[in-house]
């Protein structure tokens, strides 16, 4: 709450006292976590979860409490705030660094963070790699090298794809698209993707994002551009992370299992509602009249066919958050290599920019111009966000495994589409997937929906092989 | 912050899941605050304590903080539980009985949180009237024999003051102003009143109020009616609440001391800005050409004569958040008396809506049609919330005893009204008063002002006598 605050309704003479309450609070909150009486409250509970059925609610929450207590005691609380103070100079430094192009200047704090990053995987057991305990507090469960072999898979097939890719005419984006409009059109489509009314809001912030404080209380955010409407997949984008948060079993509510299992199932999900429900065919068969009838001199002149090839072109680029769909995840592999090599000690800091330049000309044949646009774009390794970054892209992958299952559950579901229906679809997530919150690991969670546990990221390249095939040859 | 958003922005969904909030985190803050190690670090701090001078913020912040321990630690845990309980049911109940004029639906929960109130009286000591540990709660230090002294004062002279005012016409006020321009007006405005910028926001809710997260942090809240334009005034009621959590002293913020001394001061600073500022004709001299400039159709025709006598009539209604400037004080007074007798036993609440009538007519010669317009018309006793009232009353004396020395400090502030200045006058308030925070009793902190700790009634009665006698003789 104090966070979404500070993002969305806090004046700016506020910023100082928050930034205390909100360490005060995480301290407090830690402390009560970390106690040992929790420990020994645990341990009288494991003849109760032994009782239970691995699948019950109480058995879970207990089964997954434990894990939190055990992997939050093995990090001393000294480390834990030297990290916590080192993430929110780091990301001040970070700033000034980005806006000056200076990389020199973010290095030693990049260096620290990284350093104190070595003493937390320190704090645990690893087999293939120091980065799994990272990646772990991101990704529960998943190994460095499970996601080295799906990002394997996908490289070399994605940066094909890009390569061979049709350019497509996308200009009609760059003109101004009125912030009103746009907003007033956002509000519309989110109020047609099956969320609950009055359970939800959605309000402009400066980097989108979404959380929530009961999954009858989700709060959405988007950004409305002065060129385009991409607040519009931004804020499908949300909806769907939103649709997570607002699914989740009533009964699993105020308690450590009422969220996702990981971030990659809940990217998965704003990419299912941003990409397969937003950029398709059905959907704009409802839609595109609308979206013109907001803009006429904007798209007036745009038939559905233009405007389809421009939602799902593939173009490099430079900055992943402006990435399509086929290349961002190409942008996630240079993230997830170079984290790796830094952990892992043979990649020095300092050399970072360079790294970052022949990745972006090896996988996206684009060359890097500065570290601004290049290895300074991102806010995540500021703040000691070392591990996240591979949840976007195995966000992407999953989303196309779960969808192979909703396209099996609902064989109408583009009719309903077409005909601005999504309320079905809403709810099969949401019995299927979301209600289950964190009571599953997140293997367990997908095997639950798809019968394999594996990520398998064959779908995933068919849709964009698909995808691409579809578009008009280019110009 | 949870109770600002939930009255601002949370969507209706949240609300069940909010109460929970509210009422883990209450309870984690009590719980925390009544250890008994908090006990011995205040004891090991006496020495430190006596060391200090009264005046400095350490000493005050030891002195303050202990009576605080020692007086919540006087209340069981179990009997804030069921007070807390009590008043959350009680609410409910209010509303629905408030809705259908129905008092014997309300009796009930009335009498239970009566019950409770005197089971809370019984964890202290008293000497005058069982009423006093009630106000304590929000007047610190005051006696309920002072308020009554005070209440029997002004009682007799507001009584004949309203009875003697001439009806004055103000049905132009009863037209349909805009909202949005309500919204703007109120802001242009709120943005003059000497508070820094980007350190607060104005939001719309039902009940308005103001709260803050720092003295850089000040969320005020206002009503914009279909009719007439109360919204002003009640953002410069607000206004002032959020002048004295902006003034507080940043030596004092992250501690008990950053707050008001009690409700009753508090309330002197947003009727000082509510009614001695904006129902001026100095503010208006500056104000009243751009009200009518951006209300031409409902104002274009008003002179500032027919405005000025409007906003400062004196009119009895039966409604106290309607009442005006001469009559509300009234109304207070009624509940003040209602509440002691109530507390005292001497009043069954059964009977409670007859001797509402009866003082009613007694005080304000009105006839109640219905307890909804009636004994229901309020929120406060439905919640528990006894001893509350009168600070309402002590704030419309105190805030006159304040502006006689304001005036005595700024002879120029007619001048500086009249042209749209109110810094100095903030920041007078803001050096004298505001910083001070919670550093000293009410009378402590009055008499550093006013010289004198006594609660002096007279100067409120002048000024009452002065703006009734200005208005023209009724039609």
Known sequence: MLAWDQKVTMPEGGHPARADQLATLSKVVHERFVDEELGRLLERLRPLEESLDYDSDDGSLIRVTRRDWEKQRRVPTELRVELTRAAALGNQVWIEARATNDFAKFLPA?????????????????????????????????????VAEVFGTIRPVLAELVQQAPRVDAEFFEQSFEAEKQEEFCKRVLDTLGLEKGSYRLDPTVHPFCTSFSN???????????????????TMHEAGHGHYAHGIADSLQRTPLATSPSLGLNESQSRTWENLVGRSRPFWLHWYERLQDTFPAQLGDVDLETFLAAVNRAEPGLIRVEA???????????????????????????????????????LLGVEVPDDTHGVLQDIHWSQGGIGYFPTYALGNVISLQIWASVREALPDLDAQMEAGELGELAAWLRDNLYSLGRKFTPKETIERITRSPTIDPQPYLAYLREKLAALPAGA
Not at 116 to 138: A, G, I, N
Not at 328 to 354: N, W
């Open 110 to 146: 990049l260096q620290r963070n990284l350093e104190l990053k070595r003493q937390y995987v320190d704090c645990f057991e690893w087999e293939d790699s120091p980065y799994t305990p990272l990646l772990d507090d991101f990704e529960p469960h998943m190994l460095t090298s499970e």
């Open 216 to 234: 009858r209380d989700v709060r959405m955010t988007t950004r409305y551009n002065e060129t385009g409407i991409d607040a519009l997949w931004s």
């Open 324 to 362: 399509d769909e086929t290349t961002y995840s190409l942008h996630i592999i240079l993230r997830f290599e170079l984290e790796q090599r830094l952990v892992e000690g043979s990649l020095d800091p300092k050399d970072l920019p360079e790294a970052w330049s022949a990745g972006m000309a090896d």
